[in-house]
């Protein structure tokens, strides 16, 4: 098993992993919130003709918490997908966290 670690920051969406990574099966994935307040997740696959599709938009994690997600929701087609978080404010901090 083979671990990818993150430390994201602001609001910018950060590609987790490539259509061409080779990762075939997430067994689970982690957001932890490091910042000083709630923050606002989306989590989303995007195709090469660059639409959205959301597992979801604006989540939010209070302080100090973590959200863990299991292999079933965060499976896709990474041949057809890349991978991709974003926060919704520019000083928002997290730890992504995925386990494959």
């Known amino acids: 098993m083979a671990i990818q ?3 994201i920051s602001g609001s ?4 987790l992993i490539d ?5 075939n099966k997430i067994n689970s994935m982690t957001i932890a919130n490091t910042y ?3 923050i606002a997740i989306d989590l989303y696959l995007k195709n090469a003709g660059g639409t959205d599709y959301y597992i979801f938009k604006s989540l939010s994690i209070p302080t100090g918490q973590t959200l863990k997600l299991e292999s079933d929701e965060v499976s896709f ?3 057809i997908y890349n991978f991709y978080i ?3 404010g520019g000083s928002d901090t997290a ?4 386990k494959y």
């Open 12 to 15: 910018t969406a950060v590609e």
């Open 86 to 88: 974003k926060m919704g």
């Open 77 to 79: 087609d990474n041949t």
């Open 19 to 23: 259509i061409n990574s080779g990762i």
């Open 36 to 38: 000083s307040s709630a």
């Open 95 to 98: 730890s992504v966290i995925i």
């Open 5 to 7: 670690v993150n430390n």
